[in-house]
C-alpha cells in the first residue's frame, strides 16, 4: 500500500491562479481530511469528508473548495490564490470508527504540498 | 475556537536525556493523541489515549491523559538524535466527531 499520496510536492503561484491540490489513499478509509499547516503553528482543517459523496467544512474553510466523487480521491481547489494562502497542505485519512464510543481514530497523513502564492 | 497549549515550544537537549512536555486546553476531549513529524514530512501517530488517567507506553515513549481531561503529557527517555522532530498533541472533542484540534507543537532537537 502507498497510503496516502500528495500531488505536487511544492507549487509557487500567482495572486489569483487557481489550481488543485491532488490526494489519493488506497486504504479504503471513508474519512479524509485537508488541513493547513503555517510556520510555527499546527494543523488546521479546511475541509473533511465521510464518504463519497459527503463533505463539510472544518475551521478555515474560506478560499477553497473539495469534492469526493470517490473513496480514494479527496482534491482541493483554490479557486483564486492569495498571498494567505501559502502553507503547507496535509491531507489524510481514517477509518470509521462511529460504532465504536471508545476507540480512537488515527490519521494516517501524506507529505504535504508547500504552497507559495507571490 | 478551541486551543491547544502546547509546551515547551521548543527545546534542546542532550542525547541521553528524559524528555517532557504537554498539552493543556479549557476544553474537556474525549480522546488525546501524540504524533511527531519528521522534517517535510506528515505527522506520524506515536500513542493514543481514550480514558482519563490513563498511562500509555510505546517503547521509550509513555503519554498520560489528565485526570480532568484537559490535559496530557508526553515523556521521552533516554533521548537520541532520531527523536529530533516537531511533537503534537490533537484532542477529539467528542466520540463519532473525528474532527481534532492540534497543537501548536513542541520542536525537539537533540545534541549528540
Known sequence: NAGVTQTPKFRILKIGQSMTLQCTQDMNHNYMYWYR???????????????????DKGEVPNGYNVSRSTTEDFPLRLELAAPSQTSVYFCASSYDLSRDRDSYNEQFFGPGTRLTVL | GQQLNQSPQSMFIQEGEDVSMNCTSSSIFNTWLWYKQDP????????????AGELTSNGRLTAQFGITRKDSFLNISASIP??????????????????YIFGTGTRLKVLA
Open chain 1, 37 to 55: 499547516q503555517d510556520p510555527g503553528m499546527g494543523l488546521k482543517l479546511i475541509y473533511y469528508s465521510v464518504g463519497a459523496g459527503i463533505t
Open chain 2, 40 to 51: 517535510g514530512e506528515g505527522p506520524v501517530l506515536l500513542i493514543a489515549l481514550y480514558k
Open chain 2, 82 to 99: 532520531s527523536d529530533v522532530g516537531i511533537y503534537f498533541c490533537a484532542g477529539q472533542l467528542a466520540p463519532g466527531t473525528y474532527k
